[in-house]
């Protein structure tokens, strides 16, 4: 708190408890923080509390670890309103292992890979807790993750609407002693993938189930050659069963094209109601504030 009050002078410092168990919102509040309590477990949460309670010009959000460099954030907001963005997010530099555990940075690398092979390569670390957005960005934003998914969510609504972003490198430190990270590599990793899946699903519908269709296609094909082997042969189809398992799973291709091309159209809509509700806030004043 001490360091962002010094980096940040004029910003107006929330901390959102969130069912801690230590001293957390007594320190915080003796800083000189306002403090607020969320309730529903998870960062999803917070962030969702957060963005609906909060009003600024400028957002800065970071985890309250002690990990990241409050020095950073005054460039951080000079990018985005020197740019004009929409969001800025503080990619980790880190110096050692003790920080930034090998797990975790492969963990990072191949989410935010598929990620971006998926909706656009935009971010080399974009699970990192360190951001600056702007209004229309925070307030435009439909939160559904309830943990540390939320991360995933926050860079892909960026990229689905093809907001103007930028990436500042920010230096990452380890953990305070006696402290400790409620990441879960492998279960918050698990989570994660199955929020890319959830949003690859409902954002980009017709390349999902053209997917779903051609695993059902090939297999049917697979499937099907030997059968049609034998019947160049003989004239016979002696395999009924796998035969109607061929056709079935034609069948289910097609199905699955065509809840792709229906979906993509309902896609469209909400994305164009997202982007209307995203151009009814202004960007920030010029004289922006943050919190």
């Given at each position: 708190?001490?360091?962002?009050?010094?980096?940040?002078?004029?910003?107006?410092l929330v901390?959102?408890d969130n069912?801690?168990?230590?001293?957390?919102?007594?320190?915080?509040r003796n800083?000189?923080?306002?403090v607020?309590?969320?309730?529903?477990q998870?960062k999803g949460n917070?962030?969702r509390?957060?963005?609906?309670?909060?009003?600024?010009?400028?957002?800065?959000?970071?985890d309250?670890?002690?990990?990241?460099?409050?020095?950073?954030?005054?460039?951080?907001?000079h990018?985005?309103?020197?740019?004009?963005?929409?969001?800025v997010?503080?990619?980790?530099?880190?110096d050692?292992?003790?920080?930034?555990?090998r797990?975790?940075?492969?963990?990072n690398?191949a989410?935010?890979?598929?990620?971006?092979?998926?909706f656009?390569?935009?971010f080399?670390?974009?699970?990192?807790?360190?951001?600056?957005?702007?209004?229309?960005?925070?307030k435009s934003?439909?939160a559904?993750a309830?943990?540390?998914?939320?991360?995933?969510?926050?860079g892909?609504?960026?990229?689905?609407?093809?907001?103007?972003?930028?990436e500042?490198?920010?230096?990452?430190?380890a953990?305070?002693?006696?402290?400790?990270?409620?990441?879960?590599?492998?279960?918050?990793?698990?989570?994660?993938?199955k929020?890319?899946?959830?949003?690859?699903?409902?954002g980009?519908?017709l390349?999902?189930?053209?997917v779903?269709?051609?695993?059902?296609v090939l297999?049917?094909?697979?499937?099907?050659?030997?059968?049609?082997?034998?019947?160049?042969?003989?004239?016979?189809?002696?395999r009924?069963?796998?035969?109607?398992?061929?056709?079935?799973?034609?069948?289910l291709g097609?199905?699955?094209?065509?809840c792709?091309?229906v979906?993509?159209?309902?896609?469209?809509?909400?994305?164009?109601?997202?982007?209307?509700?995203?151009?009814?806030?202004?960007l920030?004043d010029?004289?922006?504030?943050?919190a």
């Amino acid at each position: 708190m001490r360091d962002f009050r010094a980096a940040l002078p004029d910003a107006r410092l929330v901390v959102y408890d969130n069912n801690s168990t230590d001293a957390t919102a007594i320190v915080a509040r003796n800083a000189g923080a306002e403090v607020r309590t969320e309730r529903m477990q998870g960062k999803g949460n917070v962030v969702r509390r957060m963005f609906a309670d909060l009003d600024a010009d400028i957002y800065v959000m970071v985890d309250g670890d002690a990990t990241y460099n409050a020095g950073d954030a005054p460039a951080m907001i000079h990018r985005l309103m020197e740019d004009r963005l929409d969001l800025v997010v503080g990619s980790r530099v880190s110096d050692g292992d003790a920080a930034y555990r090998r797990g975790h940075q492969f963990g990072n690398w191949a989410l935010t890979g598929l990620t971006g092979w998926i909706f656009g390569r935009t971010f080399s670390d974009m699970l990192s807790g360190y951001r600056v957005m702007s209004r229309r960005y925070v307030k435009s934003f439909p939160a559904h993750a309830q943990g540390f998914d939320t991360e995933i969510e926050l860079g892909i609504h960026a990229l689905e609407l093809r907001m103007p972003v930028a990436e500042v490198p920010s230096r990452y430190r380890a953990r305070p002693e006696g402290s400790h990270s409620k990441l879960d590599t492998y279960r918050d990793g698990w989570r994660i993938l199955k929020t890319i899946v959830r949003l690859t699903k409902n954002g980009r519908p017709l390349a999902f189930f053209s997917v779903a269709c051609a695993v059902c296609v090939l297999v049917a094909v697979g499937l099907a050659l030997p059968l049609f082997r034998t019947y160049l042969l003989t004239g016979l189809v002696p395999r009924f069963p796998t035969a109607i398992l061929s056709a079935s799973l034609v069948l289910l291709g097609g199905i699955f094209l065509v809840c792709g091309l229906v979906l993509d159209t309902v896609t469209l809509g909400r994305r164009e109601q997202k982007y209307s509700a995203y151009l009814g806030h202004a960007l920030f004043d010029d004289a922006g504030e943050s919190a």
